[in-house]
């Protein structure tokens, strides 16, 4: 097994490659206006590092959001592109599930990534491994007021109730180790197909205005 | 034409605006263009959405290039080159074609050419009519471009002319549509309005007709038209929309037209070409011909199919570049919503 992931979701562009053992190589820069330019360097570091070639990749995973859509589809659209040359599947694993997964928690926390416009994304988890219903967009002051935050939308907006040690990305070391894991159980990954939970900014427009008063 | 065996292989994806364009090429034959619009999603916004557009792209890739590889009979491995529209256009609808085009050159291991979009509506000709005169005088028209380029070689050198001061000349369509109360995108419609009308029934403005210029300016046009629209219905009177469709679509094609001849004189050029969305309008089709016989100039239009966006004039043009031996752009590339004509590949 050697799957390569990378997530796009976040202000982090981030690639890594997993062989089924451990991560072999990660590389990551955080820039939220360069996500087109920065991933497919990326991608040629680790393998560059790990000493693979992109032939000998067998799945590809993005993380499919939430985030900003902008960044989020430059990932989901290198994933799917790349899959199809390689003949392997592209996979799409939720962005909030790899932040969760690196945070190593076994008790319930919740994941929080920034939406911008005063909003995060965000989901519950009972452990770093299991997600409890869908991720959500929501104004900070509305999320469940009890457990434990990771990610940087908590450090944004909520930065007292941080879990220690807690990343503040989705990783791509994480998110292939986390795609290995369910690889290696049998589990089926989703498509890499994009998790947007807002609908575009976009009005019917009534009559024309008149021109004459 | 049997295409040369050394002539490049090069598929080219176009997503700058609201169309998933893929093409394939062999040098200038064209193998497959495959199309996926999002035009219909849009329609009821009256103009493109560009988040709209950007999420139609990520849909329609791979579906659009497979089906583009299944028409040519080809396989990925049978590609040379990648190219994709890099700018100017909408910044998200860019960045999904971008990546995908670095994704498939990664993955196949073949060069990447990022190009101009203006330049690939020039280029795109050839596919259809054969090399390019060196120079030749281009006129782009579309919903967002409005440009007189002059075209020394389409590889290498593209020089702005002359460009529109607001609306671009499809902007002004879909505008006076909405205000006849027809659907977008407008040039189809009232294109086939018009020809039931009579294009000197109203005598509407022509902007900038005598500035010396070589720009253009739509936006009053398109008051103009308003206004006497509006001012018929204040009087209760009829408002004919043949009539007002056919005078205003003249007022546009007689000064688009007018001033493409004046470029080609000016710059002593006898090979003038017109592209672009609104090119598919019969009546530019016709008056352009008309004028340019009138002045022995050579005129060429692509099909309509070939005016409107789409990945073929991409790969037309990448097909270029590979044969003038530029070199690939790097895998970092940036999408450039306002890449200037100038600037023919990146």
């Known amino acids: 097994m050697l799957v390569l992931a990378f997530d796009t979701a976040t202000p982090a562009v981030t690639a890594a490659l997993h062989d089924g053992e451990r991560v072999l190589a990660e590389s990551t820069t955080v820039d939220a206006r360069r996500h087109g330019e920065l991933l497919i360097p990326a991608v040629e570091i680790v393998l560059r590092e790990a000493g693979v070639v992109l032939r000998e990749v067998t799945a590809v995973v993005a993380g499919s959001g939430p985030g900003p859509y902008t960044g989020l589809r430059v990932g989901l659209m290198t994933a799917?592109?790349?899959?199809?040359?390689?003949?392997?599947?592209?996979?799409?694993?939720?962005t909030l599930d790899a932040v969760a997964y690196a945070s190593g928690l076994s008790e319930p926390?919740?994941?929080?990534?920034?939406?911008?416009?005063?909003?995060?994304?965000?989901?519950?988890?009972?452990?770093?491994?299991t997600?409890?219903?869908?991720?959500?967009v929501d104004r900070p002051q509305d999320l469940p007021t009890e457990p434990p935050l990771v990610g940087a939308g908590a450090r944004l907006y909520a930065p007292?109730?941080?879990?220690?040690?807690?990343?503040?990305?989705?990783?791509?070391?994480?998110?292939?180790?986390l795609a290995a894991e369910r690889l290696a159980a049998g589990d089926e990954l989703g498509p890499a197909r994009p998790i947007y939970l807002r609908r575009p900014d976009a009005k019917v427009p009534g009559a024309p205005k008149k021109v004459t008063a | 034409m049997i295409p040369m065996a050394d002539e490049p292989l090069v598929l080219g994806i176009e997503t700058s605006c609201d169309e998933t364009g893929v093409g394939i090429v062999r040098g200038h034959t064209?193998?497959?263009?495959?199309?996926?619009s999002s035009v219909e999603e849009?329609?009821?916004?009256?103009?493109?959405?560009?988040?709209?557009?950007?999420?139609?792209?990520?849909?329609?890739?791979?579906?659009?290039?497979?089906?583009?590889?299944?028409?040519?009979?080809?396989?990925?491995?049978?590609?040379?080159?990648?190219?994709?529209?890099?700018?100017?256009?909408?910044?998200?609808a860019l960045l999904v074609g971008v990546a995908a085009a670095k994704a498939y050159?990664?993955?196949?291991?073949?060069?990447?050419?990022?190009?101009?979009?203006?330049?690939?509506?020039?280029?795109?000709?050839?596919?259809?009519?054969?090399?390019?005169?060196?120079?030749?005088?281009?006129?782009?028209?579309?919903?967002?471009?409005?440009s007189l380029l002059l075209v020394p070689d389409v590889a290498k050198e593209v020089i702005p002319l002359g460009s529109t001061v607001d609306d671009a000349a499809g902007e002004a369509f879909d505008k006076v549509a909405r205000v006849l109360g027809l659907p977008f995108p407008g040039g189809p419609y009232i294109d086939r309005e018009a020809r039931q009308g009579s294009g000197t029934a109203v005598a509407f403005p022509r902007g900038k007709y005598d500035d010396g210029t070589l720009d253009f300016s739509f936006s009053g046009?398109?008051?103009?038209?308003?206004?006497?629209?509006?001012?018929?219905?204040?009087?209760?009177?009829?408002?004919?929309?043949p009539d007002v469709a056919a005078s205003f679509q003249e007022a546009v094609v007689d000064v688009l037209t007018r001033k493409a001849v004046a470029a080609c004189r000016r710059h002593g050029v006898d090979d003038l070409l017109v592209g672009g969305g609104v090119a598919a309008n019969s009546r530019l089709r016709a008056l352009a011909q008309e004028r340019c016989d009138a002045a022995g100039i050579r005129l060429r239009v692509p099909r309509p199919g070939l005016c409107t966006d789409n990945g073929a004039m991409v790969a037309a043009l990448g097909s270029d570049l590979v044969a003038a031996g530029i070199a690939p752009s790097h895998l970092d590339l940036p999408a450039d919503s306002s890449l200037p004509i100038t600037t023919v590949h990146v």
């Open chain 1, 160 to 177: 007292d109730r941080l879990a220690e040690n807690a990343p503040d990305y989705p990783f791509a070391g994480a998110l292939a180790a």
């Open chain 2, 42 to 92: 849009h329609a009821r916004f009256g103009g493109v959405v560009p988040e709209v557009a950007s999420r139609a792209h990520l849909e329609a890739m791979t579906p659009t290039v497979e089906r583009a590889l299944e028409r040519a009979g080809l396989a990925f491995s049978d590609l040379d080159a990648i190219a994709v529209t890099a700018g100017p256009g909408l910044a998200g």
């Open chain 2, 221 to 241: 046009l398109k008051t103009a038209v308003a206004r006497w629209v509006e001012a018929r219905e204040a009087s209760g009177q009829r408002v004919h929309v």
């Open chain 2, 30 to 36: 064209l193998l497959a263009d495959t199309v996926a």
């Open chain 1, 131 to 136: 997600r409890l219903g869908d991720p959500s």
């Open chain 1, 80 to 94: 799917q592109a790349l899959a199809s040359t390689l003949g392997v599947p592209a996979y799409g694993i939720c």
């Open chain 2, 105 to 146: 050159s990664l993955g196949l291991g073949v060069p990447l050419y990022g190009v101009n979009h203006l330049a690939a509506h020039v280029a795109v000709d050839q596919l259809e009519h054969g090399p390019l005169p060196k120079p030749c005088i281009a006129m782009l028209v579309s919903g967002g471009h409005s």
């Open chain 1, 109 to 129: 926390f919740l994941a929080v990534t920034d939406a911008r416009r005063k909003e995060v994304f965000w989901a519950s988890y009972a452990d770093a491994r």
